[in-house]
């Protein structure tokens, strides 16, 4: 399974990079504008950070415009993957952009439905957004599971790529339905080394270790 880190902190990419876990970067319009800088500076020093896909969204929303953006955020390096919205428009631009070998993560995915119309149009990959569906009291988990099975069905190529995680649970049964991707705020990638058992088990050999050398 691949870890993405979901952020457009430089600060967490590099730290989490460090720990060896992180094989690629997605962002949306929010973690940019949260980011401060414009969209293709940002994503140009990730590329510099990271050698893997990273996700950068157009905010057109007629294909013309989605089209356009693509192709120049797509010059900014070979690892810039194309975020389309699960539109009509979206749809469109991601059979040209498919046709023309650009990877494409089809966004904002919350039915089994929509991950097939991605799938047919040669999406790389589709994220549904899990935590958002269980913000609404729905099960963001239910989802993943049936599009693991759609796509397992047909053969697709399209990469489950689960994203909106909120908590280490999310990553566990990602891993456990065969997602092949979870993108993963810092917070939660943090979380994912802790457990109070390691914590206290540390701590008891040191103090052993420390008694017998006195
Ligand atoms: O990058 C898209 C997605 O991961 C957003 O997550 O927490 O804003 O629902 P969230």
Known sequence: MEFFIDTGDLNEIKEAYSWGLIDGVTTNPSLVAKAGVDQKTLIKEISQIVDGPISAEVISTQAEGMLA???????IHDNVVIKL????DGMIACNELSRNNINTNITLIFSA???LLAAKNGATYVSPFIGRLDDIGQTGMQLISEIKDIFDNYAFTTKILAASIRHVDHVKTSALIGSDVATIPYKVLAQLFNHPLTDSGLKKFLEDHAKSMK
């Open 69 to 75: 953006e693509a192709y120049d955020l797509a010059k």
């Open 85 to 88: 919205p699960m539109t009509k």
């Open 113 to 115: 439905n929509q991950a």
